[in-house]
């Protein structure tokens, strides 16, 4: 449920993502499919860890690539320093 929600927030781009009226239903349609607002209550501590561990893990793979990119660029200016000292 909420993975297809997440996922739909990362599309790649950014048109294809839904907007934040399509999210407010979406949400809205989950929280009132639910038994009742207990229930609701009780699986939000889930879906906050769900949503945490996908941010982290996108957090993680754009600082493994900007680090690569960073490395991958000093690399070419000090090559390219080299060259015309």
Known sequence: ???LVIAACWRLDPH?????????????NLSTSF????SFQMLQSTWKAEVNETLEAKRKASY???????QYC????????????
């Open 35 to 38: 038994v009742g607002e207990e």
């Open 1 to 3: 449920m909420f993975v």
């Open 16 to 28: 294809d993502r839904p907007t934040f009226d399509e999210l407010l239903t979406e949400l809205r």
């Open 64 to 70: 493994i690539w900007l680090n690569f990119q960073c």
């Open 74 to 85: 000093h690399s070419q200016f000090t090559h390219f320093n080299r060259l015309n000292v």
